[in-house]
């Protein structure tokens, strides 16, 4: 059974760098074709791509927030870190990371609950 | 603004079939799989179709996927009230750099 749960702050001040962590279970990031990404969703908005990390170390990125983000993993830790740098209230949301499948690259089939940050001074 | 377009809200009564179409451009749909996902009140979202029509195992069949050209539609009939969600396509775009795009969301009222 495959699960993934996010970490981190729940409040960031303006300007200051977010870290959150993806620990997962059930897999492992080290297998061919799977990924895990990072999804964030404003509060009553859409949802929004930011990351994705494959098995071999493929990195993509928002090409829109690319300049602010890290996306990495530790495989032996089962986990997968994204930093985001000059946090501002708009990027207040619920940030999501999410198995991508071998089966289907652009996918993801298994999603953690989600974690809100707020940014605010 | 999503680089997917998807209408903002759809509804149809209980038992009804209802679609929800997802428009695109040759850079994401038009050459590339589509997939669907559904989130609930206050939960994470839940992928429903992947590949335009394929089903994880656990997803019902009624709810189906389509695409043609650069649009693709998801299809949900026998609505029951539990269908009351938003529903997000999303898929690769292979535009300036290779990305994963979502459509902005549409609201099913199972009326």
């Known amino acids: 059974q495959i699960t993934l749960k996010e970490s981190g702050p729940t409040l960031v001040k303006p300007t200051q760098t977010l870290t959150l962590t993806c620990t997962f279970s059930?897999?492992?990031?080290?297998?061919?074709?799977?990924?895990v990404g990072w999804i964030r969703q404003p509060p009553g908005k859409a949802l929004e791509w930011l990351a994705l990390?494959?098995?071999?170390?493929?990195?993509r990125y928002s090409p829109s927030l690319k300049s602010r983000l890290t996306i990495t993993k530790d495989t032996s830790k089962n986990q997968v870190v994204l930093t985001m740098t000059n946090m501002d209230p708009v990027d207040t949301a619920t940030y999501y990371c999410?198995?991508?499948?071998?089966?289907?690259?652009?996918?993801?089939?298994?999603w953690g609950q989600g974690t809100m940050v707020t940014v605010s001074s | 603004q999503s680089v997917l377009t998807q209408p903002p809200s759809v509804s149809a009564a209980p038992g009804q079939k209802v679609t929800i179409s997802c428009s695109g451009s040759?850079?994401?749909?038009?050459?590339?799989?589509v997939s669907w996902y559904q989130q609930l009140p206050g939960t994470a979202p839940k992928l429903l179709i992947y590949?335009?029509?394929k089903r994880p195992s656990g997803i019902p069949d009624r709810f189906s996927g389509s695409k043609s050209g650069t649009s693709a539609t998801l299809g949900i009939t026998g609505l029951q009230t539990g269908d009351e969600a938003d529903y997000y396509c999303?898929?690769?775009?292979?535009?300036?750099?290779?990305?994963?795009?979502f459509g902005g969301g549409t609201k099913l009222t199972v009326l």
């Open positions: 059930g897999f492992s990031l080290s297998t061919s074709g799977v990924g």
């Open positions: 590949d335009n029509n």
């Open positions: 990390i494959y098995w071999d170390d493929d990195k």
């Open positions: 040759s850079s994401n749909i038009g050459n590339n799989y």
């Open positions: 999410a198995h991508s499948p071998a089966y289907s690259f652009d996918a993801f089939d298994i």
């Open positions: 999303g898929t690769w775009d292979s535009s300036l750099s290779a990305d994963v795009v």
